[in-house]
């Protein structure tokens, strides 16, 4: 792909782990700016983008003929709360991003509200880029064989271990259904993480699952190939249990892929993809009670009804979400001179 796309990698600072932590994340920015003057030097005009949070911060280190783009895909306000020093030096950077004349990209609906609301950046700074897919990027995903006891009918859910996806909500929710007159398949739950707190959160939920007796399989390491199983005969749905979603990008997939029925809270940017009874079935975030009935509703569709979502979901991907329109869009608006240049 990097050649493809005749990609330069330039390697950031030395090959220790970057912890992160705002210390970290400023020298980060630091380093980052340092290169791209070199970059700007040899090559002229140039846009810099901040690809997430720990880059946020680049303002200050941005020379004077290189354009900058900040792409949060989250927030301490949405994940770290109470960390004050996050949220300072995150405040503290997107004013000077916008200060510097650089743009803030919100990724959905909800993170263009929030960060103005939040985090105070004037709408003439915000940029909407919507997350999306790139056409056929899964095609070269290879099949991941199916745990023995999901092929007879499986429900999939994956996401990073950490609570804001909502994946205790889920075990409860699934140990509600048990009791009720409906058929259910096992779960697939891919639940992986490098954070410190990694291995205390997959204990909960292997504890939960063991606690409830649910039929579950418990993957805690994530491969790309994960992706292979929204392709699946035996999937019967994908459940999105978030209780904090800046976009919520696993919609995207499976609609992508033609699967589902597509399960999902409506936190934060999943309300804007996964619409309830069109693109799948919603439920209240943080509420069992809810997905139990919403993940109830995807398991009794008929066939038709079935195949009538997963086409209102491709659609959606086709007209609103997919990333090289959108990144195409978003550059012409904020980087005119180099679309100029790639005609």
């Known amino acids: 792909?990097?050649?493809?796309?005749?990609?330069?990698?330039?390697?950031?600072?030395?090959?220790?782990?970057?912890?992160?932590?705002?210390?970290?994340?400023?020298?980060?920015?630091?380093?980052?700016?340092?290169?791209?003057?070199?970059?700007?030097?040899?090559?002229?005009?140039?846009?810099?983008?901040?690809?997430?949070?720990?880059?946020?911060?680049?303002?200050?280190?941005?020379?004077?003929?290189?354009d900058l783009l900040?792409?949060?895909?989250?927030?301490?306000?949405?994940?770290?709360?109470?960390?004050?020093?996050?949220?300072?030096?995150?405040?503290?950077?997107?004013?000077?991003?916008v200060s510097y004349g650089g743009r803030i990209a919100a990724?959905?609906?909800?993170?263009?509200?929030?960060?103005r609301a939040d985090y105070g950046v004037p709408e003439r700074a915000l940029l909407d880029l919507p997350n999306g897919l790139v056409p056929h990027d899964d095609?070269?995903?290879?099949?991941?064989?199916?745990?023995?006891?999901?092929?007879?009918?499986?429900l999939l859910a994956m996401g990073r271990a950490v609570p804001e996806k909502g994946f205790e909500g889920l075990l409860h929710a699934l140990a509600l259904l048990r009791q009720r007159p409906v058929?259910?398949?096992?779960?697939?739950?891919?639940?992986?993480?490098?954070?410190?707190?990694?291995?205390?959160?997959?204990?909960?939920?292997?504890?939960?699952?063991?606690?409830?007796?649910?039929?579950?399989t418990l993957i805690t390491s994530f491969s790309p190939a994960v992706r292979s199983w929204l392709r699946n005969p035996a999937l019967r749905a994908v459940?999105?249990?978030?209780?904090?979603?800046?976009?919520?990008?696993?919609p995207l997939e499976a609609f992508g892929a033609q699967a589902g029925p597509v399960v999902a809270t409506r936190a934060g940017g999943l309300a804007q993809t996964v619409l309830d009874g069109v693109t799948g079935f919603t439920a209240r975030p943080g509420d069992p009670e809810s997905l139990a009935a919403a993940i109830q509703r995807a398991l009794t569709v008929t066939p038709?009804?079935?195949?009538?979502?997963?086409?209102?979901?491709a659609a959606l991907v086709?007209?609103?979400?997919?990333?090289?329109?959108?990144?195409?869009?978003?550059?012409?608006?904020?980087?005119?001179?180099?679309?100029?240049?790639?005609?």
């Open 1 to 66: 792909m990097l050649r493809s796309a005749e990609a330069e990698v330039i390697p950031i600072g030395q090959d220790e782990a970057f912890v992160d932590s705002v210390r970290e994340r400023e020298t980060l920015c630091g380093l980052v700016g340092t290169e791209a003057a070199r970059v700007a030097a040899r090559s002229g005009r140039c846009l810099l983008i901040g690809l997430d949070v720990p880059f946020l911060g680049l303002g200050p280190y941005v020379p004077e003929s290189v």
């Open 70 to 97: 900040l792409v949060p895909r989250s927030t301490a306000v949405l994940t770290h709360p109470h960390d004050r020093a996050r949220l300072r030096w995150e405040r503290a950077g997107l004013r000077s991003a």
């Open 107 to 115: 990724i959905s609906q909800h993170m263009h509200q929030h960060l």
């Open 139 to 154: 095609d070269a995903e290879p099949e991941l064989p199916l745990p023995a006891r999901a092929r007879a009918g499986f």
């Open 183 to 216: 058929r259910l398949p096992h779960l697939v739950l891919v639940a992986a993480s490098t954070t410190p707190n990694r291995d205390h959160y997959l204990a909960v939920l292997d504890g939960l699952i063991r606690e409830y007796r649910l039929n579950a």
């Open 239 to 250: 459940i999105v249990p978030s209780r904090v979603e800046p976009f919520g990008r696993i």
């Open 304 to 313: 038709r009804e079935r195949e009538q979502l997963a086409s209102a979901g």
């Open 318 to 343: 086709a007209s609103r979400h997919n990333y090289v329109t959108t990144l195409h869009a978003a550059l012409a608006r904020c980087a005119p001179w180099s679309m100029a240049e790639a005609r």
